[in-house]
Nanobody
């Protein structure tokens, strides 16, 4: 089992940048595929980005592709989401998810497939 805690959210102007972090406790962090999702008020949780156990495989939603970058440091038990060129529509609570997987290259993009979630971190982008 793993626990994850997100941090790094805040208020930023449109065009600005933020880096979110998701720190995982417990053993075998490298056994988990990781993902970032977000939920805006009145909307369903949506996929943002995901990364494989090895970190070599990534996937992004079309709305953030080219602006956001997901990465992980297995030695630090942490996954990151670098967000550049932020837009007001990026405003949401951002959640980190973890799912144990066998294969090193699997990327998980469906929220229902994740077993563990953090409490979320608020990102607000002003226009």
């Amino acid at each position: 089992q793993v626990q994850v805690v997100e941090s790094g959210g805040g208020l930023v102007q449109a065009g600005g940048s933020l880096r979110l972090s998701c720190a995982a406790s417990g053993r075998a962090f490298s056994s988990y595929a990781m993902g970032w999702f977000r939920q805006a008020p009145g909307k369903e949780r949506e996929f943002v980005a995901a990364i494989s156990r090895s970190g070599s495989e990534t996937d992004y939603s079309d709305s953030v592709k080219g602006r956001f970058t997901i990465s992980r440091d297995n030695a630090k038990n942490t996954v990151y989401l670098q967000m550049n060129s932020l837009k007001p529509e990026d405003t949401a609570v951002y959640y980190c998810g973890a799912r144990p997987v066998v294969h090193m290259l699997v990327v998980v993009t469906a929220s229902y497939e994740y077993d563990f979630w953090g409490q979320g971190t608020q990102v607000t982008v002003s226009s």
